[in-house]
């Protein structure tokens, strides 16, 4: 109805088809139907239900489409979805719209990994970029895995399971060949009931799964940093205590008054040998990345919000969980208390807890070098489904996406914010010659979650909110060159 009218009348009346009439996490979203009438013309956008990732699709396109009213029929003015498809462009977002970012140093190439696999983790199928000249082609990883990472010789670990395996695999991307560890294990690789998979001839293979963690952090020389998750059940969340072989004798989880959770941090030295087992005890769900630095120092994304002066920072639905650092040589000894009774059963309820100011919300972190009050742990409290990933360069700097103000934060090593890279901006903001220059940095960001880095040469970054990988030159304020003399070789 034409409602600017003194009196409204009828234009028209249509059905319209938008299929899906259903709502929930893993169905079809409830279709949309919306009415611009600030334009010249009345406008109507339509968007179908999109198919769920566990049902069949229902329809052969996405939308958005906008239609007007002539001659009192309801017609096509624009397919969105016919424009994405003549431009090559995804016809959809990723699931729970993780788009994570993996950088290859030697090669300089970006691997895009979308999510594709069922229960909020798992990729397999990726495009990768060429940095250099912007080429772009498919690639499909040897196995479904949950996180990746390279090492500064160009090594990719994959790290994959499920609630009852835990795997790291490397490989040489030159070939996509295995590149066995010497301490590893041989090992079948599987996701979810399927018992075949890849067979791996050294893998790091860790007691327990990778529920509500799935993350993995290596360092520039390949020594890795790999959660685990214990539990008595796929839904229970009560550690599994038994001992099992871990390093040169059977382990068995330390459980003490005020320790959370389910979820264990070991690392790995190169050779995939474990090195240190339980660092940072007590650290609950995981889905916001770790870290190991050249220097072997960790960095750990938490769930919980950081406290100042009494208050938690920030929302939970904004996403802003805390980032840490914790040194190499305090990895063994540190840990997170909770005096919460809903984080732990009754028999380990602490009492009496510490008397200084908590540190992240209803929790003490012992052990940490610095805290920074904000992490991509995404908008889902009771879920990792929804995630981010924050990087560390090869100089230790922090870089952390915060979707919720559109930027990225760069720490220093002593996690002192030195700079804000983005601002709010659409898909029109790409620079100062585009439609909508925004100024200074001219980064328009609307959400994104996840960042890899080329270390002082280039940041990525997935903006899924604009549809687009972000590039950012990274530069100093003063750059001076300074001439070599011709070297003089020693007799």
Same mark, same amino acid.
């Given at each position: 109805?034409?409602?600017?009218?003194?009196?409204?009348?009828?234009?028209?009346?249509?059905?319209?088809?938008?299929?899906?009439?259903?709502?929930?996490?893993?169905?079809?979203?409830?279709?949309?139907?919306?009415?611009?009438?600030?334009?010249?013309?009345?406008?109507?956008?339509?968007?179908?239900?999109?198919?769920?990732?566990?049902?069949?699709?229902?329809?052969?396109?996405?939308?958005?489409?906008?239609?007007?009213?002539?001659?009192?029929?309801?017609?096509?003015?624009?397919?969105?979805?016919?424009?994405?498809?003549?431009?090559?462009?995804?016809?959809?977002?990723?699931?729970?719209?993780?788009?994570?970012?993996?950088?290859?140093?030697?090669?300089?190439?970006?691997?895009?990994?979308?999510?594709?696999?069922?229960?909020?983790?798992?990729?397999?199928?990726?495009?990768?970029?060429?940095?250099?000249?912007?080429?772009?082609?498919?690639?499909?990883?040897?196995?479904?895995?949950?996180?990746?990472?390279?090492?500064?010789?160009?090594?990719?670990?994959?790290?994959?399971?499920?609630?009852?395996?835990?795997?790291?695999?490397?490989?040489?991307?030159?070939?996509?060949?295995?590149?066995?560890?010497?301490?590893?294990?041989?090992?079948?690789?599987?996701?979810?009931?399927?018992r075949t998979g890849f067979a791996a001839k050294g893998a790091i293979l860790l007691p327990g799964g990778t529920a509500r963690c799935p993350v993995l952090g290596v360092s520039p020389q390949g020594e890795a940093l790999v959660p685990c998750s214990r539990v008595t059940g796929i839904h229970s969340h009560y550690p599994d205590t038994s001992?099992?072989?871990?390093?040169?004798?059977?382990?068995?989880?330390?459980?003490?008054?005020?320790?959370?959770?389910?979820?264990?941090?070991?690392?790995?030295? +190169? *050779?995939?040998?474990?090195?240190?087992?339980?660092?940072?005890?007590? /650290?609950?769900?995981? &889905? #916001?990345?770790?870290? $190991?630095?050249?220097?072997?120092?960790?960095?750990?994304?938490?769930?919980?919000?950081?406290?100042?002066?009494?208050?938690?920072?920030?929302?939970?639905?904004?996403?802003?969980g805390a980032l840490i650092k914790v040194r190499a040589k305090d990895l063994a000894a540190s840990r997170i208390l909770t005096a919460d009774k809903g984080l732990v059963p009754d028999e380990f309820l602490l009492p009496d807890p510490p008397k200084r100011p908590q540190d992240i919300e209803a929790r003490w972190v012992e052990g940490a070098?610095?805290?920074?009050?904000?992490?991509?742990?995404?908008?889902?409290?009771?879920?990792?489904?929804?995630?981010?990933?924050?990087?560390?360069?090869?100089?230790? +700097? *922090?870089?952390?996406?915060?979707?919720?103000?559109?930027?990225?934060? /760069?720490?220093?090593? &002593? #996690?002192?914010?030195? $700079?804000?890279?983005?601002?709010?901006?659409?898909?029109?903001?790409?620079?100062?010659?585009?439609?909508?220059?925004?100024?200074?940095?001219?980064?328009?960001?609307?959400?994104?979650?996840?960042?890899?880095?080329?270390?002082?040469?280039?940041?990525?970054?997935?903006?899924?909110?604009?549809?687009?990988?972000?590039?950012?030159?990274?530069?100093?304020?003063?750059?001076?060159?300074?001439?070599?003399?011709?070297?003089?070789?020693?007799?």
């Amino acid at each position: 109805r034409d409602l600017r009218a003194a009196e409204p009348k009828l234009l028209v009346e249509a059905e319209i088809a938008l299929q899906g009439q259903t709502r929930g996490l893993f169905s079809s979203n409830l279709a949309q139907a919306e009415l611009d009438s600030w334009g010249a013309e009345p406008v109507i956008w339509l968007i179908p239900a999109e198919p769920g990732p566990f049902r069949p699709a229902i329809s052969l396109y996405n939308g958005p489409f906008l239609c007007v009213v002539k001659e009192g029929k309801l017609v096509l003015k624009k397919s969105f979805d016919a424009a994405s498809r003549q431009a090559g462009s995804p016809q959809k977002c990723p699931f729970f719209q993780r788009q994570q970012l993996y950088f290859d140093p030697v090669r300089e190439k970006l691997y895009v990994a979308e999510l594709q696999h069922g229960h909020g983790s798992g990729f397999r199928d990726m495009v990768v970029i060429d940095v250099r000249s912007g080429a772009l082609k498919n690639f499909r990883a040897p196995f479904g895995f949950d996180d990746m990472a390279f090492d500064a010789r160009g090594l990719a670990y994959l790290r994959a399971g499920n609630f009852a395996q835990n795997a790291v695999v490397r490989f040489d991307p030159k070939t996509w060949k295995e590149a066995p560890f010497d301490s590893g294990r041989a090992t079948r690789v599987f996701r979810g009931r399927a018992r075949t998979g890849f067979a791996a001839k050294g893998a790091i293979l860790l007691p327990g799964g990778t529920a509500r963690c799935p993350v993995l952090g290596v360092s520039p020389q390949g020594e890795a940093l790999v959660p685990c998750s214990r539990v008595t059940g796929i839904h229970s969340h009560y550690p599994d205590t038994s001992p099992v072989p871990l390093g040169p004798k059977p382990w068995a989880p330390e459980y003490f008054p005020g320790r959370q959770g389910f979820i264990f941090m070991h690392t790995a030295d +190169r *050779s995939g040998k474990v090195k240190t087992i339980d660092v940072l005890k007590g /650290v609950g769900w995981l &889905n #916001g990345g770790v870290a $190991l630095d050249l220097k072997g120092n960790a960095y750990i994304a938490l769930r919980d919000r950081r406290v100042l002066d009494g208050k938690p920072f920030g929302k939970i639905m904004w996403g802003n969980g805390a980032l840490i650092k914790v040194r190499a040589k305090d990895l063994a000894a540190s840990r997170i208390l909770t005096a919460d009774k809903g984080l732990v059963p009754d028999e380990f309820l602490l009492p009496d807890p510490p008397k200084r100011p908590q540190d992240i919300e209803a929790r003490w972190v012992e052990g940490a070098q610095w805290i920074y009050g904000s992490a991509p742990v995404g908008e889902q409290w009771s879920c990792v489904c929804k995630s981010g990933r924050f990087k560390v360069d090869y100089f230790g +700097r *922090s870089f952390v996406p915060e979707a919720w103000r559109y930027d990225v934060a /760069v720490l220093d090593t &002593n #996690g002192n914010l030195i $700079l804000l890279v983005g601002q709010y901006g659409n898909a029109d903001s790409a620079g100062p010659n585009s439609a909508v220059p925004l100024g200074g940095d001219e980064v328009g960001l609307f959400d994104a979650h996840f960042v890899a880095t080329q270390t002082d040469k280039r940041l990525f970054i997935a903006d899924v909110g604009n549809g687009r990988i972000v590039s950012a030159k990274l530069d100093y304020h003063t750059s001076e060159t300074v001439p070599l003399g011709r070297p003089r070789l020693r007799k």
